[in-house]
């Protein structure tokens, strides 16, 4: 199975500042990486899919990047509204599709 | 507009079973990959479970080991998970989701997620 890891497991942050979460896979997963937003008690929300693609209605200072086994989220200018839990997800075989152990970012 | 709403948690003694219902509105469920999520307390995501749209391939996560089932019937237009042999591991907050398209994809549309509780 291929293995996702987030790092860090825990950022803190302040409203403007620019985050970047970095996702690792074990081997080679293509494009085939998305990104999820979770906040306490609500499910997951699709952010970006395809590495690099902006899900519709995500605001547009949310980017990823990367190809191969490494991966990056980036918030340019970190909102209120932006405090949660982050996932990558590897989607490039069908089973499964693996999750990294999620990066919280607080203030 | 898409909706999927999960139904059939609650709490169960280790060993025992249950079965979860995921109904789904504004698209057919049959045209899409599905899939069943879950999220221990505290924990990060984990896949289940994934049925393709044609129902050809199912994929269960390697923790499972053959306890869970999942299905789909697409009168209902719903997705199920039949989960046997219970254990309190298995407690957790079990959402289903959508796949965005055919082939490689990740989900765009969750459910609320239904809470499973093992414990005596």
């Known amino acids: 199975d291929i293995q996702m890891t987030q790092s860090p497991s825990t950022l803190s942050a302040s409203v403007g500042d620019r985050v970047i979460i970095t996702c690792r896979a074990s081997q080679s997963v293509s494009s085939w990486l998305a990104w999820y937003q979770q906040k306490p008690g609500k499910a997951p929300e699709l952010l970006i899919y395809d590495a690099s693609s902006l899900e519709s209605g995500v605001p547009s200072r949310f980017s990823g990047r990367g190809a191969g086994s490494e991966f990056t989220l980036t918030i340019s200018s970190l909102q209120p509204d932006d405090f949660a839990t982050y996932y990558c997800?590897?989607?490039?075989?069908?089973?499964?599709?693996?999750f990294g152990q999620g990066t919280k970012v607080e203030i | 507009e898409v909706q999927l709403v999960e139904s059939g948690g609650g709490l169960v003694k280790p060993g025992g079973s249950l079965r979860l219902s995921c109904a789904a509105s504004g698209f057919t469920v049959s045209t899409y990959s599905m899939n069943w999520v879950r999220q221990a307390p505290g924990k990060g995501l984990e896949w289940v479970a994934s049925?393709?749209?044609?129902?050809?391939?199912?994929f269960y996560g390697d923790s499972l080991k053959g306890r869970f089932t999942i299905s789909r019937d697409n009168a209902k237009n719903s997705l199920f998970l039949q989960m046997n042999s219970l254990r309190a591991e298995d407690t957790a907050v079990y959402y289903c989701a959508k796949q965005r398209s055919a082939g490689n994809s990740p989900n765009d549309y969750w459910g609320q997620g239904t809470l499973v509780t093992v414990s005596s």
């Open positions: 997800q590897q989607y490039n075989s069908h089973s499964p599709g693996t």
């Open positions: 049925i393709t749209s044609s129902g050809n391939y199912i």
